[in-house]
């Protein structure tokens, strides 16, 4: 079992930052992927990023904005110049052996 706690989330200005935090712990070392998804109201969950063993992967409308890093069991996401279709409730997600642990949420809201 893996537990993941969430941080960072707020209420930002368009073109602000907010760096965004998930810790997790229990069974880590089995940890192979972590990463970021985020769900709009009325919308889907959908991917933010992703980090695999270094390699980083991201949504089409965040590349060059958003960063994704990880040190120590603990996946960030620094999210800079927001805008306010970034608007939703971001959770972390990490796999380990094949198994899907989600986050808590949090919500980021950018106003115009």
């Known amino acids: 079992q893996v537990q993941l706690v969430e941080s960072g989330g707020g209420l930002v200005q368009a073109g602000g930052s907010l760096r965004l935090s998930c810790a997790a712990s229990?069974?880590?070392?089995?940890?192979?992927?972590m990463g970021w998804y985020r769900q709009a109201p009325g919308k889907q969950r959908e991917l933010v990023a992703s980090?695999?063993?270094?390699v980083t992967n991201y949504a089409d409308s965040v590349k060059g904005r958003f960063t994704i890093s990880d040190a120590k069991a603990t996946v960030y996401l620094q999210m800079n110049s927001l805008k306010p279709e970034d608007k939703g409730v971001y959770y972390c997600?990490?796999?380990?052996?094949?198994?899907?642990?989600w986050g808590q949420g949090t919500q980021v809201t950018v106003s115009s």
């Open positions: 229990g069974s880590i070392f089995g940890i192979n992927a």
């Open positions: 997600n990490v796999r380990s052996r094949n198994t899907d642990y």
């Open positions: 980090i695999t063993s270094g």
